[in-house]
């Protein structure tokens, strides 16, 4: 199997993973430009970079850039002073016998899945909205579980199967779960439930929105708000708790 058909067989089982290519080789270098390797979440690597020490500093960063989501050019030398540069992270390493390697690496992190339960106006338009802004989102029946990777599930049935839905999605310790209600409908619906106070609903940030394009987009954003990022660009996350023009 090529590294093509292994990175394409990895997008669609939506693994992580980071593509090195070795992009300069100074002699002497056990890699040459144009080698490549699939860096996975375990520390597995498939393909080859150069040998162990070489290996064991993109691994490293690779692992490093799978929590970030960030791609970076690493360079690997036996030089103790080199000069530090913007976008590029420069790793000492003794092993290579004079040489130095230059590996870019590609962090390949899958979309975030959203579940959508319900098939009326706002449960299609979020899924139409969804896919425009790069999500992976599966339109789903209330008698199917939620994705096992799912980052949130939105429940938009108008009244239908909506507590099973979200006690399955609340079991499952979905990130984000979000409920199309009124304020009043959503937190007769909710009190039931255990852990009912960690569903947003009304779903989505208090942007005025009424239309159903408007309501998904709302949900999409407040979705974005709390997504997890690095910690070097966490901050604050925006109020939540939009109520005007929700299904009732």
């Known amino acids: 199997m090529t590294d093509t058909d292994r990175a394409e067989r990895l997008r669609s089982e939506r693994t992580p993973y980071v593509l090195a290519t070795v992009v300069r080789a100074e002699r002497p270098t056990s890699a040459k430009t144009g080698d490549r390797a699939l860096v996975l979440p375990d520390g597995t690597m498939e393909g080859f970079v150069g040998g162990h020490c070489a290996e064991s500093a993109v691994r490293d960063q690779a692992l490093t850039l799978l929590r970030s989501g960030e791609s970076t050019l690493l360079r690997i030398t036996p ?3 080199s000069a530090p540069l913007e976008g590029l992270v420069t790793v000492s390493n003794p092993c290579l016998s004079g040489g130095t390697l230059d590996v870019f690496l590609e962090a390949v992190i899958p979309p975030a899945l959203v579940d959508v339960y319900g098939d009326g106006p706002v449960a ?47 079991d499952a310790g979905v990130g984000y779960v979000g409920l199309i209600a009124s304020r009043k409908r959503g937190a007769a619906v909710t009190s039931a439930l255990e852990g009912g106070e960690r569903v947003h609903t009304p779903a989505g940030l208090d942007i005025g929105a009424r239309t159903a394009p408007e309501i998904a987009l709302s949900v999409l954003a407040e979705i974005l708000s709390l997504r997890p990022r690095p910690a070097h660009g966490a901050g604050p996350a925006p109020s939540t708790g939009a109520e005007a023009g929700r299904c009732h």
């Open 79 to 81: 030089a103790e002073d």
């Open 124 to 170: 299609r338009a979020i899924t139409e909205v969804g896919r425009a802004a790069g999500f992976a989102m599966r339109p789903a029946d209330t008698d199917a579980p939620p994705s096992p990777d799912a980052a949130a599930v939105v429940v938009a049935t108008h009244g239908r199967d909506e507590e099973t839905v979200l006690r399955a999605a609340l």
